[in-house]
């Protein structure tokens, strides 16, 4: 039977539940217990493909194509397991399928409410995971503080779950802040008091609290608080600041958090194994040398827009024991008259332009691409960072005049980039792009071959458009090489330009499959390519 272990959140939000659910489920990972991870957000939206990243940072997409919340890579890096569409669960997602339920009469004609109707939706998805993942435990995040209206749907569930489940079967983490306060100089339990009073408030007794403070809690205040929220003082564990998020994890298991969670599950476990994340620890700690990427984006002012591929970057600069240093660039300002490059780029010895929507910044992009390929700077481009690759390419060395993506000009002469059969009828924005892994074919003795080591691999996407063969022998002829194929749609994947220390650019979008101790191949020959002397 799947046992099931919720972390909530109270006083503030921005504490770390996602960091404590990951550790948690590393730890029991480590034991040999086969775990899955879930997020529920509260917001309306059925998913976040259509927000704005600016708002709500990175749209992560899982293997079998659906578009979730960021926290979700945060997971998948954590615990090196691929995640799907019982991951990433919003309030937008829930009332959607009770309306459709209501819709084809499946509730006999009953008044619809939030409980039982909304509240045993919710239940469903997490047992859900369960059964999809094949999990001994789900680890389930509520997204949001303990006392948002968004959220109380979430947590009558979850007071149903340890009702209904027993103890035995449900465990509820509740991260809260203990601040530290200045002039008297003391830490102060009365928030988590309060947070706690409000959750027991709502029928949910926790089980273990999370105390995320500056250092370390003394002994007389965990006594207290346990006292005054009736949890055991074992259960009551200590979240620290620290310099290297690597080692929350480490500090957790120090204070048994994965044996008293197991004790109560009454799960057999073994002794759990974490000399390579010990290792991965002590190389970041170690980190001497720098080098400086350019990331040329739109969405730079929240860098949350950008997480998964700052995190790849960062996990091949472990592999080659240097500290990546992002150097950000606003793509738009790339296009002022009276911009100078060198100077933007003056010390950064890689350049990569990602993905992104729309026709804002797309020439800023343009001109990082030319200013690359002109003075051999190793490039990397990703999905749109792809498009305008070969647009710059088809324009400035193969001289083709009126070139663009229809995604910008749709009466332009040459589409270079031009709008996949299935897609040109499409009238709905959300969930209907390509998502998802798609097969890529890649070609012998080409950089992409070489760095994966292998002649088939699956990609994830999440784009519109596509290249348009049309115009591949000509930019063939011209030196490009189309090294990445998706044999059964004959869609380019990924391009290379070989007179260059490294071009290269792919449609997918490899930073999702990146982890810390194995880092993505695309990242990794970028990377190592950028520290060469």
Request: hydrophobic share 35%.
């Amino acid at each position: 039977m799947t046992k099931y272990v919720f972390v909530t959140g109270g006083v503030v939000s921005g504490l770390g539940k996602g960091i404590t659910a990951s550790s948690i489920a590393l730890l029991l990972k480590s034991r040999g217990i086969k775990v899955f991870m879930q997020k529920f957000d509260p917001y309306i939206n059925v998913d976040p493909g259509t927000m704005n990243p600016i708002q709500h940072g990175e749209v992560f997409v899982t293997q079998d194509g659906y578009e979730t919340d960021l926290d979700l890579g945060h997971y998948e890096r954590f615990i090196d397991e691929e995640l799907n569409y019982s991951s990433n669960i919003t309030s937008g997602k829930i009332f959607s399928s009770v309306i459709e339920k209501e819709r084809k009469g499946e509730y006999l004609g009953a008044t619809v409410q939030m409980i039982p109707h909304v509240t045993n939706e919710i239940k469903n998805k997490i047992i859900e995971a369960g059964v999809s993942s094949k999990a001994d435990i789900v680890i389930t995040e509520i997204g949001g503080t303990v006392g948002d209206i968004e959220a109380q749907s979430f947590l009558e569930s979850i007071r149903q779950m340890q009702y209904e489940h027993g103890k035995e079967n449900v465990f509820l983490v509740h991260t809260t802040l203990v601040p530290f306060i200045y002039g008297s100089e003391e830490l102060k339990s009365k928030p988590t008091q309060n947070g706690v009073r409000d959750l027991r408030g709502l029928g949910i007794m926790p089980n273990a609290l999370v105390l995320r403070a500056p250092f370390k809690t003394p002994d007389a205040m965990k006594q207290k608080i346990a006292s005054f929220c009736l949890v055991p003082v074992e259960n009551v564990i200590d979240s620290i600041d620290v310099k290297n998020i690597y080692q929350i994890p480490i500090n957790y298991y120090e204070q048994g958090i994965d044996e008293v969670i197991l004790k109560q599950f009454k799960m057999e476990y073994k002794k759990a194994d974490l000399k390579e994340w010990k290792k991965l620890i002590d190389i970041v700690d170690g980190l001497k040398e720098t080098v400086e990427i350019s990331l040329v984006g739109k969405y730079i002012e929240l860098h949350d827009a950008y997480i998964s591929v700052t995190e790849a970057l960062k996990h091949a600069g472990y592999k080659y024991n240097v500290r990546v240093n992002i150097n950000w660039v606003d793509s738009e300002d790339l296009e002022k008259n009276d911009v100078d490059l060198k100077s933007v780029f003056k010390n950064s010895k890689g350049i990569l332009v990602p993905g992104g929507f729309g026709t804002r910044g797309t020439d800023g992009k343009m001109k990082a691409i030319e200013y690359a390929r002109v003075n051999n700077i190793p490039f990397l481009g990703i999905c749109l960072g792809m498009q305008l690759a070969m647009i710059e390419f088809a324009k400035n060395v193969c001289g083709l005049e009126d070139v663009s993506s229809v995604e910008f000009d749709a009466t332009c002469k040459n589409p270079l980039i031009d709008l996949m059969a299935d897609q040109k009828y499409v009238l709905n924005l959300g969930g209907t792009l390509r998502l998802g892994n798609y097969e890529c074919k890649l070609e012998k003795n080409t950089i992409a071959s070489k760095l994966y080591g292998q002649d088939s691999i699956l990609e994830r996407h999440r784009h519109r458009y596509e290249f348009n063969n049309k115009y591949r022998s000509l930019l063939e002829e011209n030196g490009i090489v189309f090294s990445g194929i998706n044999v059964a749609s004959n869609l380019v994947e990924i391009v290379e330009y070989p007179k260059n220390k490294f071009f290269v650019a792919c449609q997918f979008h490899p930073e999702f499959k990146s982890r810390p101790m194995r880092p993505h191949p695309l990242f990794d020959g970028f990377v190592k390519s950028c520290v060469e002397k």
